[in-house]
């Protein structure tokens, strides 16, 4: 076996051309966890021919591998750059929200209406028990009980109840206000908290455990998964698509695009631009002690972010260690810079200050994919052509990729369904402002100066204003 090639801490899916060949993971604490990586099928060695080629091997990508073949007999055949399972899928929080995309629903009825609003909450709900479905088949360390919303300053309170009425009366879900006594007597004790919503649905899993589950099972009807093969082209001819990798070249029905935040400007003419790649940090503690539990009061185990544009996303692990991320460096050059933890640690020790010099066990960091209208979309972008994409969650992948995947592979397989009427799936996602293909493409490294001052702005405006 070809040895890996080292991890790159500074990888950027805006300037590179490819995540790399066969790079080891991430220094993760789900890698470190997780137990024997499942079997795979090795690099592409050769030309072959696959009915239908998944590029990325994320939950996007094996969900979409494992409903084709569980739910239509189609065998399809995955293609990863470095590991499987190597991007966002072994980098994220673990935390599965009843959720899609950035907007809350409230936003929802902002931009669609009612009605639109009310059958995407239909579509989203259903996402997440499909989500479910799949963590009650795979051991993934489950933490279900809900998401708790915390308000990290008291003028969050107003949009916090807002929120909760929204769901409430408009959309049925028993969602509640937590008072800021509730709030540390009751689940946690973060110092910061003014006050919390609390929503019913939120399940933390072991993110790579989950995964590998469905890898499992999709190999277990037949699919095969090729790491170590980037993408280096693709063309079609003929309605034939022709992907070139390093060991050959795989010729295909149909294609879907899986590749998430690390989606590189080249792949593909119908992702040029279509995502702004925005790196998060995330960070696991030693286990605490009894008397840090104590401190701290850590009662709940359910999945927690706070109302910060940036946010903060935290929950107890089962081995009784914290995890804690938000975003991160502007670049990937940038992005081992140690004040970047340094940010993470400050947050830390702010909402937990018993906390405060504890030893951090495991460090890392990777790409987001956010849409230019901060909605995911699942889409066949040119009806003319058998490619697909599902992509642009903005962190709230873990979820609904699930069902992204699952309603990807009806789409390959030639399904119809009412879903698809939905904004997600009716229309491709939109370039930035009112640039077009060329032009977002040779602009893009510039985007960062505009992310830059954006980020200032949020800051200002999360902590100050």
Known sequence: MKPLSPYDPQYDPLVARTPG?????????WVATAGTPPE????????????????????????TALFLAREHGIRATVLEANQSIWGCTSR?????????????????????????????????RQGFETFKSLVAEIPCDPQPGGHLYIAHREKKMDFLSHEAKVMREVFGYDTHILSADEVRYRYVKDAEAAGAMHEPDGIGVHPLKLAQGYLRKAR?????????????????????????????????????????GYTSNGLHRSLDSKIMPILSNSLVTRVLTPEELEAT????????TDTRTLRFYYRKLP?????????S???????????????????????FPALKGIEIDYSWWGWVDVSHDMMPRIVQPDPRQSVFYALGYGGNGVSFSAHAGRRMAERIAGKTNKSFELPIYNSPLPYPNVLNRVESRAL??????????????????????
């Open 21 to 29: 060949h066969g790079r080891d993971y991430a220094p993760t604490y």
């Open 40 to 63: 795979d099928d090795g690099p592409i060695l050769a030309d072959t021919d696959a009915d239908v080629v998944i590029v990325g091997s994320g939950f996007t990508g094996l969900a």
């Open 92 to 124: 994220n929080g673990g935390q599965g929200q009843n959720a899609s995309g950035r907007l809350y629903r409230s936003q929802w009825i902002e931009r669609w209406g009612k009605e639109t609003a009310l059958k995407l909450d239909a579509e989203i």
């Open 220 to 260: 277990a009807l037949g699919v095969k998964v090729h790491p170590a093969s980037p993408v280096l082209e693709c063309e079609t001819r003929n309605g034939v698509h022709y992907l070139k990798t390093p060991g050959g070249t795989a010729r295909a029905r149909a294609v879907g695009f899986a590749t998430g």
């Open 297 to 304: 009061n850590f009662l709940t185990t359910e999945v927690i």
């Open 319 to 327: 081995d009784n260690r914290v995890q804690i991320g938000s975003r």
């Open 329 to 351: 460096s502007i670049t990937g050059a940038d992005a081992p810079n140690p004040r970047h933890l340094q940010v993470l640690v400050n947050g830390l020790h702010r909402k």
């Open 444 to 465: 893009a490294p510039f985007r960062r100066f505009g992310q830059r001052m954006l980020y200032h702005w949020y800051y200002l405006h999360d902590e100050l204003f």
